[in-house]
């Protein structure tokens, strides 16, 4: 059981969103995917079919940057709505209750994931070109801050500061939870701020998803080809450099080198220049990106020979990322 998701009965959310819309709950169903907030799906009686989203309930132990992240989502989508990037509606959202919540409307769309060994190539091709223009479109919506929206202390006026107060956070979770890291943390921090200096070559701060891992791209395919039905998961967003969303956009590869997903971008009119100091960059967020992954096993109490293996493997994928930046961001 993932320690963060927030347990109801089946009347409570028929109550919870009946109370919120004003419109009665036929029926309810939670939905397993995901790893952290509850979500459940549920079917109006006028036929319409909703999504409620649940924060974690308050006894839980987060890590620093996932405190009220459900507020971020909420911007998200306020943000994004005018985009044209497919995802869900936001129809309410309950932030200051005791339990918070959000609603929004249901997108009907099966995983990537799921379906990924069987996509044919060319449909693959047109799919990550597809999702590098609504990267760009996101990339469009910029703000005036650097870090996390919902938390001060995880922000900054420039984004060196900015990311080294979000790697220090997550550092400090992991000394707290004792995590099992490859390298002690204060050699971590020491060649994270060694190579900080690339950072300062990040312009305007845009709106980064920094979730987009297959899981939550969800793929129409009833079509005559497949397209992407939607986008979802945004509580994870920060405002920062656009180079960062390429490190989610594949998890343990290299998705700048993606000649479909980054023509997709650039068509779109997403900046994507991979200079040395780029990679350099991609190399910080990627480790980032795996001391979140390393950090957040023991506080959602994820168990099992197959968390495990994926443990030890991007603890071998963090040690990789501090080569490529020993090696001055070499072309991977």
Avoid: C
């Avoid at 709950?25 to 009686?45: F, H, I, N, P």
């Avoid at 449909?123 to 801050?145: D, K, P, S, W």
């Avoid at 050699?187 to 300062?200: P, Y």
């Avoid at 920062?240 to 009119?269: C, K, M, N, Q, W």
């Amino acid at each position: 059981m993932v320690h963060t998701k927030r347990r109801l009965r089946p009347e409570q959310v028929a109550e919870l969103i009946t109370g919120a819309l004003g419109r009665p709950v036929t029926s309810q169903r939670e939905l397993k995917d995901g790893s952290y907030a509850a979500l459940w799906r549920a079917r109006m009686r006028d036929g319409d079919d909703v999504v409620l989203k649940l924060a974690p309930p308050p006894e839980v132990e987060l890590l620093t940057y996932e405190r009220d992240i459900i507020r971020t989502e909420a911007l998200f989508y306020e943000l994004a709505a005018a985009t044209g990037v497919p995802m869900p509606t936001l129809l309410h959202a309950d932030l200051d209750g005791a339990a918070p919540f959000l609603i929004m409307t249901a997108v009907d769309g099966v995983p990537w994931y799921r379906v990924r060994e069987s996509l044919k190539d060319a449909a693959r091709r047109e799919l990550r070109a597809e999702l590098g223009r609504h990267v760009a479109a996101l990339h469009a919506i910029t703000g005036t801050t650097y870090g996390y929206p919902q938390s001060p202390g995880l922000a900054g006026p420039t984004w060196r500061a900015a990311f080294l107060a979000m790697v220090d956070a997550i550092l400090a979770d992991g000394t707290r939870h004792r995590a099992d890291l490859p390298m002690p943390v204060p050699e971590i921090a020491a060649v994270v701020r060694a190579h900080a200096g690339a950072l300062d070559e990040a312009g305007t701060p845009v709106l980064v998803h920094f979730d987009l891992w297959p899981g939550n791209v969800l793929l129409d395919l009833d079509g005559d080809r497949p397209r992407i039905a939607g986008l979802v998961d945004h509580e994870r967003a920060f405002w920062g450099d656009p180079l960062a969303d390429f490190v989610s956009l594949d998890v343990f590869g290299t998705s700048e080198t993606d000649e479909d997903l980054v023509g997709g971008y650039r068509e779109a009119g997403g900046p994507a220049a991979f200079t040395r100091g780029a990679r350099a960059r991609l190399a910080l967020y990627r480790i980032y990106l795996y001391l979140i992954m390393l950090v957040e096993v023991g506080p959602r109490g994820f168990e099992g020979e197959a968390v495990r293996e994926q443990h030890e493997y991007t603890g071998r994928m963090l040690l990789k990322q501090f080569d490529v930046l020993k090696a001055g961001a070499r072309q991977p």
